[in-house]
C-alpha cells in the first residue's frame, strides 16, 4: 500500500520576500498532494499572519479531512508550533514537550493515523513530527527527551513509524542515533555518507539538509524528492520534501 509523506517547515507561510501568502503554501502542497503532511512553524491567531489559524485554514483549503496541531511557542498574541494533516483518521494525538532548560519552546507532536486505502485493510502508521532546537547539545538532550517519552518509549519497534520535521542538524551529528542505536533507516539520505541528505535550506539556494524523514517497521522506501516549483523558492525559507513509502506489514483488525 502506497502512502506519501511530505514534511515541509512553512515558516508562518512568509516567504524570503517577507510576505504572508499562504497560498503559495497551499499551491504547493496541492501539488504534490500527499497522504500525510508534517508542518512546522504553523501560527495560530498570531497578527503577523492575520491572526488566523493556519493549520485549519490549510486543512481546509486542501480538503484534508483531519489535523492535530501541537503549540509550542506562545506570542503576546497568538502561538505556534506543529501541525499533522491527513487523509486518513487522526487516532490519537498529544504534544511532547521537548525544551530544554530556559531555550526557546520546543516539541514533538505524536499522531496514531490509520491508513485504509483498501477497504478493510487498515494499517496504522506512528508518526512524529518535530522542530528542534539550534545547538547541537540541545538537539542531543531533546531526542533523549523524546526517546524517554511514554509515546515512543511504548511502541512495539515493529509498528510502521515516521520521525520527521526540521531537525535544524547541519552536520548530521543526530544520524547515527537514529541509524545504529534507534534503528531507523533515513528516507532522505542520498549517499551513503552522513552529510548526503537531501538539502532544504535556505530554500533560494539549498545548503544544509536540514528537513528529514527517519523510518522503521513495516515500510519500504519507494522514493524521496525536494520541491522543485518555482514557487517554492520564496514560499518559505524552507524547500519541503516528499518520500513515498509502501507499507507492507499485517493490516489491524
Known amino acids: 500500500m502506497h502512502v506519501k509523506v511530505l514534511t515541509y517547515n512553512i515558516h508562518r507561510a512568509i516567504g524570503v520576500d517577507r ?15 500527499a497522504d500525510v ?6 501560527d495560530e491567531g498570531a497578527p503577523r499572519s492575520r491572526e488566523l489559524d493556519l493549520a485549519r485554514e490549510l486543512a481546509g483549503m486542501l480538503d484534508y479531512a483531519h489535523y ?3 503549540h509550542n511557542v506562545s506570542l503576546r498574541r497568538g502561538r505556534y508550533g506543529n501541525a499533522t494533516l491527513s487523509r486518513y483518521p487522526i487516532l490519537r494525538e498529544r504534544n511532547i514537550d521537548l525544551t530544554v532548560d530556559s531555550r526557546k519552546r520546543r516539541g514533538c507532536q505524536h499522531a496514531t493515523i ?35 517519552s511514554g509515546e515512543f518509549s511504548s511502541l512495539d519497534p515493529d509498528l510502521a513509524c515516521l520521525v520527521g520535521g526540521d531537525f535544524n542538524d547541519w552536520r548530521s551529528l543526530l544520524h547515527p542515533i537514529f541509524t ?3 534503528d531507523f533507516r533515513c528516507a532522505t539520505q542520498r549517499r551513503h555518507t552522513y552529510n548526503g541528505t537531501i538539502k532544504t ?24 524528492r525536494g520541491c522543485r516549483l518555482g514557487i517554492s523558492k520564496v514560499a518559505s525559507d524552507h524547500l519541503p520534501i516528499i518520500v513515498d513509502f509502501d507499507v507492507h506489514g499485517p493490516h489491524r483488525s
Open 19 to 33: 510576505r504572508f501568502r499562504p497560498e503559495r503554501i497551499v499551491e504547493i502542497l496541492a501539488h504534490h498532494d
Open 37 to 42: 503532511v508534517l508542518l512546522q512553524e504553523v
Open 68 to 70: 492535530a496541531v501541537g
Open 114 to 148: 490509520r491508513v485504509e486505502k483498501i477497504p478493510g485493510h487498515p494499517h496504522d502508521l506512528e508518526v512524529f513530527n518535530m522542530h528542534l532546537g539550534l545547538s547541537a547539545r540541545e538537539r542531543a538532550r531533546q531526542i533523549g527527551l523524546l526517546v524517554r
Open 180 to 182: 545504529e542505536i534507534l
Open 201 to 224: 535550506y535556505p530554500s533560494f539556494s539549498p545548503r544544509g539538509g536540514l528537513d528529514r524523514i527517519y523510518f522503521r517497521g513495516p515500510l519500504r522506501l519507494l522514493g524521496a
